[in-house]
């Protein structure tokens, strides 16, 4: 059986990568009622006794840790993560951040941050990677339009590369809308989009505007009309005529969209 590792690099990245431990999660449970720790739940997770070792499969789950990575430049959305439901499945050793951000800017992220950090972060891609019997593929989830997501996330996959040039990586890039309010994510995402086209093998390109119909149009279905949305970097709704349509975070039913995108092309292995 395989392994994967997911990088989560961001807001984006961490937020998108939250939804989908949780749905995985809740897939697995729905289908093994039994608990055991079985070659699906594996290829995702380890199950660490109480000494923090790994044990094979076919056993009873005693702790699951997500194969994951978590990385961002600011502190408040992981840490938000550690203070929820699934803050059981990281620990420490997972998580690399620092407290002031990239300040949407991918040269910071990429070059400033990507050389102060590259050490710490070969080490803890080692480290997952160490964790797995047959490790098969890397899953890179980043925003094109932070800082932190387009620079630090495409230097992490250079980093890959290196390190790791046999592995698959597969990128979750999510661009940004025509109305975004950060001024600089055009630029920062063509910047990406050169590292992509250069270090990825596999790009799954999301565009938050269409997601944002998708909900939009969900919305409107249940609740009636709300028509013309534009999304902030807040994660709340304006609408295009002016004012603010609400105190909705739609990125969580965005980012579900994207979590079951990413289960459903991963479901092969899990
Ligand atoms: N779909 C979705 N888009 C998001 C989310 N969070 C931020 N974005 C989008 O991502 C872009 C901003 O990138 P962030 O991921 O917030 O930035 P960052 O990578 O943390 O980088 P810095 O904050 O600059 O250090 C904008 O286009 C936002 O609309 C999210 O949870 N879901
Ligand atoms: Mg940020």
């Not at 407290?99 to 710490?120: D, I, K």
Request: glycine share 10%.
């Amino acid at each position: 059986m395989t392994q994967s590792v997911v990088v989560q690099v961001g807001q984006c990245g961490n937020q998108v990568g939250c939804r989908f431990w949780d749905l995985a999660l809740r897939e697995h449970a729905h289908v093994n009622k039994k608990g055991l720790y079985d070659e699906a739940l594996s290829s995702f997770f380890r199950n660490v006794d109480s000494r923090g070792g790994d044990r094979g499969a076919g056993g009873i789950i005693q702790h699951l840790k997500a194969r994951a990575v978590l990385v961002d430049m600011e502190e408040g959305v992981v840490n938000k993560l550690l203070q929820g439901p699934l803050r059981e499945v990281f620990d420490s050793t997972q998580l690399l951040t620092d407290v002031s951000g990239s300040g949407n800017n991918w040269a910071v992220g990429h070059l400033t941050y990507g050389s102060v950090y590259r050490e710490q972060m070969v080490e803890q891609l080692r480290r997952a990677a160490e964790h797995c019997d047959c490790l098969q593929c890397f899953f890179i989830i980043h925003s094109m339009g932070g800082g932190t997501g387009s620079g630090l996330g495409t230097r992490v996959l250079g980093l890959l590369e290196e390190e790791f040039p046999e592995v698959c990586r597969i990128v979750t890039a999510v661009y940004p809308s025509a109305e975004d309010d950060v001024v600089t994510s055009p630029y920062n995402s063509v910047l990406a989009m050169r590292e992509l086209s250069e270090h990825a093998d596999c790009v799954l390109p999301v565009d938050n505007q269409s997601l944002l119909d998708i909900v939009s149009r969900i919305s409107l279905m249940a609740h009636g009309a709300k028509p013309e949305l534009v999304i902030r970097r807040d994660g709340t709704l304006a609408s295009r005529r002016g004012g603010i349509a609400g105190a909705e975070k739609p990125f969580d039913a965005m980012n579900n969209i994207v979590a079951n995108l990413l289960l459903n092309i991963t479901r092969e292995t899990c």
